[in-house]
């Protein structure tokens, strides 16, 4: 017998089936996907775009919304496009990554990284009008409920945090929590023996100076109307709020409590009555 002999297979044949193929799976879990969500479409009750059909066992099925499909999702960082077009042009990162490339990068520390060291217009925006109020927490110590405020003012655009010592801020843990929210936030180093001057200094710039504290003359988190230039100092840990400062505060405002639980986590706190400012200005 004469053995047959052909031609081997070049590489670049094998890449094209194989590309082919995964092209193929592609479409073929595309169609699947899309198949799937016509038949889960959402119902909205009451709604005038939904209508409602009564299937063989006399049970109510979701009819068509009129070929709209309402879907939610967990949203990534994402620019306008007039900021995309402004800096499109004049920004780019290093010689081998442009701008655009940037945009589409699925992680967002690296792409918090590269805007920080980038110079551009977008990164100007993003530390650009903050809210003008200024967390001091200089009394606290713990390195996780610090990295939390930090990432707290960050994310609600606080005007500063104020800390006892900014070494922290180079901690692997203190990293690790605020997720370079430090980069982005201004930090200022206020050691505790500064704070009444500190205090004093920003009451004479016109600045409303509170306390997140319970006393016997807090004022209920929801029923305080926050001056827009504020102040606002958080307790140690355990102790709270020293009495020398207390007597420095132009009001005390406490977190309405249900449980039997004195007092919730310093940063949990924080974030609450940050959260709670940013409201009422969000309102004006």
Known sequence: EVEFECVPTTLMDRVINFLNDTREDLRSSMAKDAAAIKNESIRIDGSPKSSKILNSNGEQSVGQLDKELLY?????????????????????LDKRTPYESLLDMSNEDQLIDKLLHSGGMIADKLKGSRQQIILVASLIDRIPNLAGLARTC????????????????????FQLISVTAEKWVPVLEVPVESMKVFLEKKKHEGFAILGLEQTANSIPLDRYNFPTKTVLVVGREKEGIPVEIIHMLDACIEIPQLGVVRSLNVHVSGAIALWEYTRQQRML
């Open 72 to 92: 939610d999702f967990q949203r990534k960082i994402t620019f306008s496009k007039n900021e995309r077009q402004d800096s499109a042009s004049t920004v780019l």
């Open 154 to 173: 960050e994310v609600f655009r606080s005007a500063g945090l104020a800390i006892a010592n900014k070494n922290i801020l180079t901690d692997k843990q």
